[in-house]
């Protein structure tokens, strides 16, 4: 029998708490590790930022996602996607198996915004394919994610099987629950939590939390479990909330 996959999606704020106020990069490593996950899906990872690492004593000395891995994760992918003066900062996946190939692809819906989409395979022991595992953070604007939607759907129908497994992750800044039906219609996936628990998980603000922004979807899985990590030890390192699920082949 396949041991489930564990997997996260976590938007970390660029390793600060909420209005920058502290360095939470090394909180937020240690609260991985309690996870258990075999694979993580990071929005707003910080590759580099020359103010704040001279402005916070212990920013590392490796980009975020480095540093995050540790010596759990053996594989990561870092997709940068806003460079600016002082740094740059995007997307990550860390794996505790072998990442195949991975690509970053430009998703940006106008010059204001940056955005980008996370590709990677994985080498996920039990599974005879590669797991196709792609991690985005849409924009702001409805119109402008209308559009990044449709890249997305353009990309999986072009590179992914249809009988390959399929993990889409991350903060979709979907305010009003839309993108669920699109991807359900379009590519034939599920999201972990309306399926597990009826509705999508609400993951923003940390602190409360009221808004339905981050998800899970999937295909070619059964959902054994989806949490959504909240308290005190959470809140102060993020403003959204982390998402975990369980995962078996289907």
């Known amino acids: 029998m396949v041991s ?46 020359g103010l704040r690492a001279s402005r ?14 540790g010596q759990v994760y053996t594989d990561f992918a870092y997709g940068k996607n806003c460079i600016y003066d002082t740094g740059h900062h995007g997307n990550a996946i860390l794996s505790r198996y072998k990442i195949l190939t991975w690509e970053n692809e430009d998703i940006s819906a106008h010059a204001f915004e940056s955005r980008g989409m996370l590709h990677c395979e994985v080498e996920v022991p039990g ?61 034939g996936l599920v999201e972990v939590f309306e399926t597990h628990h009826g509705k999508s998980a609400r993951s923003y603000p940390s602190i409360l939390p009221m808004f339905q922004l981050d998800r899970i979807y999937v295909r070619r899985f059964s959902i054994q479990a989806a949490q959504v990590h909240t308290g005190n030890a959470w809140h102060r390192i993020s403003d959204h909330a982390a998402l975990t699920a369980s995962l078996s082949p289907a």
């Open 56 to 69: 916070f004593q212990h920013w590392p000395n490796r980009p975020q996602h480095e540093f995050l891995a």
């Open 127 to 187: 599974i005879d394919v590669p797991v196709h595992c792609i991690n985005v953070h849409l924009g702001l604007t409805e119109r402008g994610r209308k559009r990044q939607l449709a890249m997305i759907v353009a990309r999986v129908r072009t590179m992914v099987p249809d009988s390959a497994p399929l993990i889409l992750a991350g903060d979709f800044n979907d305010w009003l629950v839309r993108t669920g039906r699109f991807f359900e219609d379009e590519l």
């Open 4 to 49: 489930p996959l564990h997997i996260a999606s976590y938007n970390i704020h660029k390793g600060l708490s909420q209005f920058n106020r502290r360095l939470t990069v090394h909180e937020l490593r240690d609260r991985l590790g309690t996870l258990g996950t075999d694979i993580v899906f990071l929005q707003e990872v910080q590759g580099s930022h």
